[in-house]
């Protein structure tokens, strides 16, 4: 390993202190790979949703723009979460322009290399490194598509002497998980606890602080989040860390840093969280269902007009978007509204 890389700084650490929370390794890991790289799109690592289609985006910003007309038509703020490269964005920006929304811009993103890509496609846009940063006045629009996957997570082990956290050791700059020996029956849910030996519980302690705070701005100054990711309904016992590398499955624990590094969304937990501080949660609901009724199938009826030449890869788009086997299902939509707010489009 080189001096001073990723790999070999958490290897000398782990040697010194010992094994660390899987937690903390994939922080760690997740923070250097969107630090250093696009990982977006045919040349990284994985492709989102808005950058299949621009429907993705456009549908996402009208079911806002329609949000804020029957709020009442307030001063609003535009807020994104990990905008990627701001395609989706942008998309959105443009639908909700169409609408008579013309909302400044927040982007809450601590990468160099994805602020600059996104700055090229919404240069008016304000940057933050978290929700603190982004003013405190007027309605908040906020999106988060793919965001609370890549956030750090806990898991926990059944073993014959009850649960305990997973960790991970180095041997011989070998990153590998291990259990270890602290017992944490205590905070597993009572309908888990007796569990096979061997099974996995995940939990996010990041996620659902960021989706507290992010609820008690929205009970504060009123607006609505939509968030759209690939999950599940939990708690729930399995495994669902994963790593891709050049749009493959590759091993979490082998070159730390330079993959990406994700877990399956639990969108109970996320929408208790919400609640906890007193905002409201819809949903979730499969995302092919979601945009469907949003409008998809117009949308592809009118670029295709359009564009004639274009309506085949517009009708293979809508697919990846929208069938059972592909995005339709596993990515899924939760809507959080500040009290009094109404529904968002797709949830009633």
Same mark, same amino acid.
């Given at each position: 390993?080189?001096?001073?890389?990723?790999?070999? $700084?958490?290897?000398?650490?782990?040697?010194?202190?010992?094994? /660390?929370?899987?937690?903390?390794?994939?922080?760690?890991?997740?923070? =250097?790979?969107?630090?250093?790289?696009?990982? /977006?799109?045919?040349?990284?690592?994985?492709?989102?949703?808005?950058?299949?289609?621009?429907?993705?985006?456009?549908? /996402?910003?009208?079911?806002?723009?329609?949000?804020?007309?029957?709020?009442?038509?307030?001063?609003?703020?535009?807020?994104?979460?990990?905008?990627?490269?701001?395609?989706?964005?942008?998309?959105?920006?443009?639908?909700?322009?169409?609408?008579?929304?013309?909302?400044?811009? =927040?982007?809450?993103?601590?990468?160099?290399?994805? $602020?600059?890509?996104?700055?090229?496609?919404?240069?008016?846009?304000?940057?933050?490194?978290?929700?603190?940063?982004?003013?405190?006045?007027?309605?908040?629009? !906020?999106?988060?598509?793919?965001?609370?996957?890549?956030?750090?997570?806990?898991?926990?082990?059944?073993?014959?002497?009850?649960?305990?956290?997973?960790?991970?050791?180095?041997?011989?700059?070998?990153?590998?998980?291990?259990?270890?020996?602290?017992?944490?029956?205590? /905070?597993?849910?009572? +309908?888990?606890?007796?569990?096979?030996?061997? +099974?996995?519980?995940?939990?996010?302690?990041?996620?659902?602080?960021?989706?507290?705070?992010?609820?008690?701005?929205?009970?504060?100054?009123?607006?609505?989040?939509? !968030?759209?990711?690939?999950?599940?309904?939990?708690?729930?016992?399995?495994?669902?860390?994963?790593?891709?590398?050049?749009?493959?499955?590759?091993?979490?624990?082998?070159?730390?840093?330079?993959?990406?590094?994700?877990? =399956? !969304?639990?969108?109970?937990?996320?929408?208790?969280?919400?609640?906890?501080?007193?905002?409201?949660?819809?949903?979730?609901?499969? #995302?092919?269902?979601?945009? +469907?009724?949003?409008?998809?199938?117009?949308?592809?009826?009118?670029?295709?007009?359009?564009?004639?030449?274009?309506?085949?890869?517009?009708? #293979?788009?809508?697919?990846?978007?929208?069938?059972?086997?592909?995005?339709?299902?596993?990515?899924?939509?939760?809507?959080?509204?500040?009290?009094?707010?109404?529904?968002?489009?797709?949830?009633?």
């Amino acid at each position: 390993m080189n001096e001073g890389a990723l790999p070999d $700084r958490l290897a000398r650490a782990i040697t010194l202190g010992g094994p /660390i929370p899987l937690s903390q390794f994939m922080g760690a890991a997740n923070a =250097h790979y969107y630090a250093t790289r696009d990982p /977006i799109g045919a040349q990284g690592d994985f492709t989102t949703a808005p950058e299949v289609s621009q429907m993705f985006g456009e549908l /996402i910003g009208l079911a806002l723009a329609d949000a804020w007309d029957r709020a009442g038509r307030p001063p609003a703020r535009y807020v994104e979460l990990g905008p990627g490269r701001g395609t989706l964005a942008a998309d959105a920006l443009r639908a909700m322009a169409s609408a008579g929304l013309t909302p400044s811009v =927040h982007f809450v993103e601590t990468s160099p290399v994805l $602020r600059a890509a996104q700055k090229e496609r919404v240069p008016h846009a304000e940057w933050h490194v978290d929700l603190v940063g982004v003013p405190e006045d007027g309605a908040l629009l !906020v999106v988060a598509n793919e965001f609370f996957d890549a956030l750090p997570i806990r898991q926990l082990v059944q073993t014959a002497e009850g649960w305990r956290e997973r960790l991970v050791a180095c041997q011989d700059t070998l990153f590998l998980p291990i259990t270890g020996t602290t017992g944490f029956d205590a /905070i597993i849910p009572p +309908s888990l606890r007796d569990a096979a030996p061997g +099974s996995i519980l995940e939990t996010a302690p990041a996620a659902a602080s960021v989706m507290r705070q992010l609820a008690r701005r929205l009970v504060a100054q009123g607006g609505t989040a939509l !968030v759209t990711d690939y999950g599940y309904t939990g708690p729930a016992i399995g495994d669902t860390l994963q790593a891709v590398r050049d749009h493959g499955f590759a091993n979490p624990f082998d070159t730390p840093g330079e993959v990406d590094l994700t877990a =399956h !969304v639990d969108f109970g937990t996320l929408m208790e969280a919400a609640r906890v501080e007193e905002a409201q949660a819809h949903g979730p609901v499969d #995302q092919g269902l979601w945009l +469907s009724a949003l409008g998809i199938d117009a949308r592809v009826a009118t670029l295709s007009l359009a564009s004639p030449e274009r309506a085949g890869q517009i009708a #293979q788009d809508r697919e990846r978007l929208v069938a059972p086997d592909k995005m339709g299902e596993l990515f899924k939509a939760i809507a959080v509204t500040a009290p009094g707010w109404p529904i968002p489009a797709g949830f009633a």
